[in-house]
């Protein structure tokens, strides 16, 4: 059987970005070879693209994901979503992700305090349930592939 790879959708050239965009890697495509490709978008199933952009905010001692201009709190929403792609695709040897995203980003995405001021860089709401979930599989995001 193929091995597995996660890779965030964006990456492989999807326009699923919040503006309507992509974030195609160039040469992502090597470091993929010989695997089953699984892409990966939390956001754009359940907001749509184009759609507002959301933030990693911190309340309360605890990670929330809420909308930049609206205010709005969707992490149970976007929790959902991706807890339902891990029980869809509960293994994988590789994951692939974008960095800097509120759901993706791996350690580099801005998170927030209420005043909307960065306090500190940190993971995004899937990187930290996939950590928690694919325990076995190599983790990284497309700023630490060598090209
Ligand atoms: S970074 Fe993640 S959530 Fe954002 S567009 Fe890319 S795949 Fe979707």
Known sequence: MKK????SACLLGEYCRYDGKTKKCEGIEKHLQGYEVIPFCPEAPIFGTPRERINVVMIKGEKHIVTDQSGVDV?????????RFIAKHPKADRIILKSKSPSC???TTPILNENREIIASGNGLAAD?????????RISDEKSLSH
């Open 4 to 7: 597995k790879a996660i890779v």
């Open 75 to 83: 992490t149970k929403r976007l929790q959902g979503e991706i807890e």
């Open 105 to 107: 980003g791996l350690g």
């Open 129 to 137: 349930l996939f950590l928690e979930h694919y325990t076995n599989s």
